[in-house]
């Protein structure tokens, strides 16, 4: 069954960094486009960046736009989100997303928090 293993939050101090994992199993990952959502208590889950099948198109949220980076190895069937000059607004919890055979599957999420 399809499945997502998010690894890498944790505590980070503001303008700190972070990269976040997400193990992908179940399905031929080479084949989907992958996403990064963050939900904060209270809030819509909202997309944060999301990267074609090939790795070759990215596209990023406005507040994630020059600070976070997403990629992926196919071969290794994990999508990453490189996370730079953290600051408060980016404290939540982080999912990794796919919509594999008309349907959205999600991982248990990684929490990151920013705070000194």
């Known amino acids: 069954q399809v499945q997502f293993v998010e690894s890498g939050g944790g505590l980070v101090q503001p303008g700190g960094s972070l990269r976040l994992s997400c193990a992908a199993s179940g399905f031929t990952f080479k084949h989907y486009p992958m996403r990064w959502y963050r939900q904060v208590p209270g809030k819509e889950r909202e997309m944060v960046a999301s990267i074609s099948a090939t790795g070759d198109a990215t596209n990023y949220e406005d507040s994630a736009k020059g600070r976070f980076a997403i990629s992926r190895d196919n071969a290794k069937y994990t999508v990453f989100l490189e996370m730079n000059s953290l600051n408060a607004e980016d404290t939540a919890l982080y999912f990794c997303?796919?919509?594999?055979?008309?349907?959205?599957?999600w991982g248990q999420g990684t929490q990151v928090t920013v705070s000194s």
């Open positions: 997303n796919g919509y594999i055979d008309e349907r959205d599957y």
